[in-house]
Structures are given as structure tokens and as C-alpha cells.
């Protein structure tokens, strides 16, 4: 009896990665080999039940996907996307509220790829992330440098405006948007610290007139970084942190969704 399909794709590791080296053209089996680190013999007991389930065929050398083959694997690369971030760790972001992400880029939180979970050390914890804050330390040697910086945030560190400061002497530009509540808070408390700030040409600040349902959203030209509630609505210390073209794409589009509905603020 023939195995389900569903098996023949995802319960062999091997299998996978074949008919993902074979999305966009055909391969040599040296080349496969070569590819998956792995032996002939080992190898072709896999292809043949690609064969058999009519996925891939053979012909020389070398192997093609069929097109039965060619439709099943454009449809389970975005599906094996998805799973890859979720994967990253399933017990973080299956305790989140995500709602605050509208549906057009949820359907797309697989170009979050090679995105990492990291909690903190103890030390850290009021401190900006240095994965993040290191791309503006000037007198760091070969630190990465930025020239823009997009945050989305209910929430300042005790020492953001010294790190905003640090940043504009960078020739870095801010685009920031925050909650009334903060923009209160500043009013109130840190109004000496930030009139200067909000006065550079650099500086852009933004109001979302409605609830942020997350801690904070923010990214550069190197790297996106998601702080998140859990599903109760409590805040771990814990984020995400993500490298990829593809995420920082993402990220941009989702400062751009609550810009449309947030208004500049000229002034403290």
C-alpha cells in the first residue's frame, strides 16, 4: 500500500528537502548528494517513493518535479514558511496576542524567517536590547550602522531619551509612534528631556489615537524587534528578534498601518 501523501512530504526529512531543491529546476543526483550531505544509497529508496507517488521523475541522472509535483510544492513552501517562524518557538508565540496584526501581513508572518525568541538576562532588563542598540554605538569598532530607525511603542526605556540623543548626533532619523498615554507621560514628567528631541529636523513623532494591543515594534536597515503580550495581556521581558530582508519588508509595512491613522506632533 502506498503511503498517504501528506506522509510522503512530511515524514521524511529527506524527501522534503528534496522536493524543495527541486522548486525551480531539475538536479543531477551528484548534485542532490551534494546538497543533502548524504549517500546514493541512502538517497534513492526516498526518490523512489517521490517516483511512485508520481512527484518527481527520472530520466538519466537526474530528477524533475512532475506537475502534480510542481503544484504540490508551490503550495507547501508558504505553508513550511509559516511553520519555520512558529517553529522558532511554538510555546512563545503560542501564548501571544498577535490580533494587532492586520490579516494581510498575519497571512505573511513567514518572511519573519530566521526570526529568534531571546529572553533576556536579568541584567538586561531595562536596558535596550544590544542586538539592537549596538547599531548605534558610534564608538563601538565595526559596529553596524544605521540611518533610519521606525518604532511603534506603548512603552520608553528610562534612558530612550539619552539613546534618541545618541542616535540624532548619529545623523540617524526617527520615525516614532506612540500612544497618547505616552505622549501624556512626556508632557508631565520628561518634558525638559525631550522638547529639544522633538525640536530636531530628524526627529518625527506620531500619536496613535486608538490602543496599541503590544509593548513595542521596532526597525532598522539591520534588524526588526517585536516586544509582545502574552494572550492574558502581561509583558515577559521576552521579544523577537529577526535579521531577514524579507522581515524588515514586513516590519516597514506594518509601521505603515498605523501611520495612516496616527497625527504628527510638532511639539513637547
Given at each position: 500500500?502506498?503511503?498517504?501523501l501528506l506522509?510522503?512530504?512530511?515524514?521524511?526529512?529527506k524527501?522534503?528537502k528534496?522536493?524543495?531543491?527541486?522548486?525551480?529546476?531539475?538536479?543531477?543526483t551528484?548534485?542532490l548528494?551534494k546538497?543533502?550531505?548524504?549517500?546514493?544509497?541512502?538517497l534513492?529508496?526516498?526518490?523512489?517513493?517521490?517516483?511512485?507517488?508520481h512527484?518527481?521523475?527520472?530520466?538519466?541522472?537526474?530528477?524533475?518535479?512532475?506537475?502534480?509535483?510542481?503544484?504540490?510544492?508551490d503550495?507547501?513552501?508558504?505553508?513550511l514558511?509559516?511553520?519555520?517562524v512558529?517553529?522558532?518557538?511554538?510555546?512563545?508565540?503560542?501564548?501571544?496576542?498577535?490580533?494587532?496584526?492586520?490579516?494581510?501581513?498575519?497571512?505573511?508572518?513567514k518572511?519573519?524567517?530566521?526570526?529568534?525568541?531571546?529572553?533576556?538576562?536579568?541584567?538586561d532588563?531595562?536596558?535596550?536590547?544590544?542586538e539592537?542598540?549596538?547599531?548605534?554605538?558610534?564608538?563601538?569598532?565595526?559596529s553596524?550602522?544605521?540611518?533610519t530607525?521606525?518604532?511603534?511603542?506603548?512603552?520608553?526605556?528610562p534612558?530612550a531619551?539619552?539613546?534618541?540623543?545618541?542616535?540624532?548626533?548619529?545623523?540617524v532619523?526617527?520615525?516614532?509612534?506612540?500612544?497618547?498615554?505616552?505622549?501624556d507621560?512626556?508632557?508631565?514628567?520628561?518634558r525638559?528631556?525631550?522638547a529639544?528631541?522633538?525640536?530636531?529636523e530628524?526627529?518625527?513623532?506620531?500619536?496613535?489615537?486608538?490602543k496599541?494591543?503590544?509593548?513595542?515594534?521596532?526597525?532598522?536597515?539591520?534588524?526588526?524587534l517585536?516586544?509582545?503580550?502574552?494572550?492574558?495581556?502581561?509583558y515577559?521581558?521576552m521579544?523577537?528578534?529577526?535579521?531577514?530582508q524579507?522581515?524588515?519588508?514586513w516590519?516597514?509595512?506594518?509601521f505603515?498601518?498605523?501611520?495612516?491613522?496616527?497625527?504628527?506632533v510638532?511639539k513637547?
Amino acid at each position: 500500500m502506498k503511503k498517504a501523501l501528506l506522509d510522503v512530504l512530511f515524514a521524511s526529512d529527506k524527501r522534503k528537502k528534496v522536493l524543495l531543491l527541486l522548486q525551480e529546476e531539475s538536479k543531477e543526483t551528484e548534485t542532490l548528494l551534494k546538497s543533502l550531505e548524504t549517500t546514493r544509497q541512502a538517497l534513492l529508496p526516498q526518490m523512489k517513493i517521490l517516483e511512485e507517488n508520481h512527484l518527481v521523475f527520472h530520466y538519466e541522472d537526474a530528477y524533475e518535479l512532475t506537475p502534480v509535483g510542481k503544484l504540490i510544492v508551490d503550495e507547501m513552501v508558504p505553508l513550511l514558511g509559516t511553520t519555520d517562524v512558529f517553529d522558532s518557538d511554538i510555546d512563545y508565540w503560542g501564548t501571544r496576542k498577535l490580533d494587532f496584526i492586520p490579516p494581510h501581513l498575519f497571512k505573511r508572518i513567514k518572511e519573519l524567517k530566521e526570526c529568534q525568541v531571546i529572553n533576556p538576562a536579568i541584567q538586561d532588563l531595562y536596558a535596550l536590547p544590544q542586538e539592537f542598540y549596538g547599531t548605534y554605538d558610534l564608538s563601538a569598532e565595526n559596529s553596524r550602522r544605521a540611518e533610519t530607525f521606525y518604532g511603534v511603542t506603548a512603552f520608553f526605556y528610562p534612558n530612550a531619551a539619552k539613546v534618541f540623543t545618541e542616535m540624532l548626533h548619529g545623523q540617524v532619523e526617527i520615525n516614532l509612534i506612540v500612544t497618547q498615554d505616552m505622549v501624556d507621560k512626556i508632557q508631565s514628567n520628561d518634558r525638559a528631556d525631550y522638547a529639544e528631541i522633538v525640536k530636531n529636523e530628524l526627529f518625527h513623532l506620531f500619536v496613535y489615537p486608538k490602543k496599541i494591543d503590544f509593548i513595542s515594534i521596532g526597525f532598522n536597515e539591520h534588524c526588526l524587534l517585536m516586544r509582545l503580550l502574552d494572550s492574558k495581556g502581561n509583558y515577559d521581558y521576552m521579544y523577537v528578534l529577526s535579521s531577514s530582508q524579507s522581515a524588515l519588508v514586513w516590519g516597514k509595512e506594518l509601521f505603515e498601518y498605523y501611520l495612516k491613522d496616527s497625527v504628527p506632533v510638532p511639539k513637547i
